[in-house]
Nanobody, 130 residues
């Protein structure tokens, strides 16, 4: 699986940005695509995830309704629409793929086995600053 992110850049606080993740190499239509981010000096954290088999969505608590993950099956591209961006949103954003969102610790049920997503893109920098 190959994943290529794009759409990062500089945006002012309160602004919007849409990230894209072009995916290829899947052997089936049943998988999960997640967006993660890593700020300088911090651990990588989950942002949003979608299971393609049923369209179920997962969001980190800090999203608070400001972000939206979508999937264009025809283009094999996932998007992360980010609104009302805050300075703490400055990070490298990665898209990743695996079988189900729930394998990632951020969205797993307590006590369930977890692992990092299997396939990752190279990341795209998002800087929120005035």
């Amino acid at each position: 699986v190959q994943l290529v992110e794009s759409g990062g850049g500089l945006v002012q606080p309160g602004g919007s940005l849409t990230l894209s993740c072009a995916a290829s190499g899947f052997t089936s239509d049943d998988h999960a695509i997640g967006w993660f981010r890593q700020a300088p000096g911090k651990e990588r954290e989950g942002v949003a995830c979608i299971n393609t088999h049923d369209g179920s969505l997962y969001y980190a608590n800090f999203v608070e309704g400001r972000f939206s993950i979508t999937l264009d099956r025809a283009e094999n591209t996932a998007y992360l629409q980010m609104n009302s961006l805050r300075s703490e949103g400055t990070a490298v954003y990665y898209c990743a793929a695996d079988s189900r969102c729930s394998v990632a610790p951020q969205w797993a049920r307590p006590g369930s086995p977890t692992r990092a997503f299997a396939s990752w893109g190279q990341g795209t920098q998002v800087t929120v600053s005035s």
